[in-house]
């Protein structure tokens, strides 16, 4: 059998081949021994191929022997890949974001990426800033809840400060995210809101940045892909608005959590 697994900071995502058709699996990467005791007992003389940072350690937890492929190409093969399987076209070029636990932005020209940029908020600063405010880790309750607050609760729009007046940019747009303190102060926000507006922090974060990392490279298309946009329609939906707003069309990936295990699939 042939397998391509990505193994990152926060999850081990496994892609293998099951007569003809692309299989997925993940486990947390707090949890390698499992996910290691999962490949072990579950194939028969496997062709493994590793991509991410925990590659090393993963290896060395296998029965076999394994080869490795760099993550940035991986995940642009995989890329190019699921993005034909779900019938986009991306075109000659395009700008990638991987939100994992970390974020990292790549320009694709004629299949060959650059690194052009990154940014410490990520799926990970969502599961911090929740630990934080809330307490809670399980990632499924977090995004769950955060489905049912309410943002302007917590986060202070143009039209919270125009009052009255007439903004000279629309005053739905966020003035600042987490900003509405006084308001705070006398109105307590739920977890929900709280929750909902750290998504929405983060999502308003990278859509801006990626946005304009577009606009310098004359990219039409973004492709959003990580873990992060997993049964988490509210980033989807902040990055979706912000990025039409610009003139830029957004991407999501039906296995866009699998691009980089499918890119090392592609290498076995
Ligand atoms: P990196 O590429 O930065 O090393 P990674 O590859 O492990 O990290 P992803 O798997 O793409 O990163 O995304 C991790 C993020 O996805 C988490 O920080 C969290 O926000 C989100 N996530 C989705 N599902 C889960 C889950 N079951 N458990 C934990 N986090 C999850
Ligand atoms: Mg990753």
Redesign the pocket.
């Known amino acids: 059998t042939k397998i391509g697994i990505?193994a990152?900071?926060?999850?081990?995502?496994i892609s293998y081949l099951e007569e003809e058709t692309i299989r997925y699996r993940?486990f947390?990467?707090q949890h390698i021994g499992e996910a290691a005791s999962w490949v072990n007992d579950h194939f028969r003389n496997p062709k493994i191929c590793l991509t991410?940072?925990?590659s090393q350690v993963f290896a060395e937890e296998l029965d076999v022997s394994t080869h490795s492929v760099l993550?940035f190409e991986a995940t642009t093969r995989g890329i190019t890949y699921l993005a034909d399987e779900d019938g986009h076209s991306l075109g000659s070029h395009f700008l990638f974001v991987?939100?994992?636990?970390?974020t990292?932005m790549h320009y694709v020209k004629n299949g060959t990426q650059e690194r052009v940029g990154g940014s410490g908020i990520?799926?990970?600063t969502?599961?911090g800033l929740a630990y934080l405010t809330t307490g809670m880790t399980d990632?499924?309750e977090i995004v769950r809840l955060a489905g049912i607050g309410n943002r302007g609760n917590v986060d202070l729009k143009v039209k919270d400060i125009f009052e009255g007046a007439v903004p000279p940019i629309s005053g739905d747009l966020t003035a600042s995210n987490l900003g509405k303190t006084a308001f705070m102060m006398q109105n307590p926000p739920t977890q929900q809101d709280t929750l909902a507006s750290i998504i929405g922090l983060i999502g308003e974060v990278i859509v801006t940045i990626s946005s304009q990392m577009a606009a310098h490279y004359n990219a039409d298309s973004i492709v959003y892909?990580?873990?992060?946009f997993?049964?988490?329609p509210i980033i989807r939906e902040i990055i979706e608005t912000y990025a039409w707003m610009i003139g830029k069309k957004p991407v999501f990936l039906q296995h866009g959590?699998y691009s980089?295990a499918v890119g090392a699939l592609l290498a076995v």
């Open positions: 990505d990152g900071g926060t999850l081990i995502k993940s947390q990467t991410g940072g925990k993550e991987n939100i994992g636990t970390g990292s990520g799926g990970g969502l599961m990632y499924d892909v990580g873990s992060s997993r049964d988490n959590d980089g």
